[in-house]
């Protein structure tokens, strides 16, 4: 199984990315998946996540700007990021969860300055 994470970049303070994950070896259609990030010297922080159920949570820190959203037909996971902080500097992963076993994406960088 891979999870490929790919979208990130330099954005403007107040821009939007949108970072996807496509996975690549089994389905993840009815699994969990999440979005994390890492800021450097700070630990790893969930974003947004969602159950095989569909009920989708997000951190407070993105709650109202971010959007997390699935296409089954494509085996992607989507993180819609809008009104993009300095703060929401970061690497972001996605992951997946099938069984016992989670499954990581390699990251891709988010960057919003000025």
């Known amino acids: 199984v891979q999870l490929q994470a790919s979208g990130g970049g330099l954005v403007q303070p107040g821009g939007s990315l949108r970072l996807s994950c496509a996975a690549s070896g089994r389905r993840f259609s009815a699994n969990p998946v999440g979005w994390y990030r890492q800021a450097p010297g700070q630990q790893r922080e969930l974003v947004a996540s969602?159950?095989?159920?569909?009920?989708?949570t997000y951190a407070d820190s993105v709650k109202d700007r971010f959007k997390l959203s699935r296409d089954l037909a494509k085996n992607t996971v989507y993180l819609q990021m809008n009104n993009l902080k300095p703060e929401d500097t970061a690497v972001y992963y996605c992951?997946?969860?099938?069984?016992?076993?989670?499954?990581w994406g390699q990251g891709t960088q988010v960057t919003v300055s000025s």
């Open positions: 969602a159950t095989g159920g569909g009920l989708i």
């Open positions: 992951n997946g969860v099938k069984g016992c076993v989670v499954y």
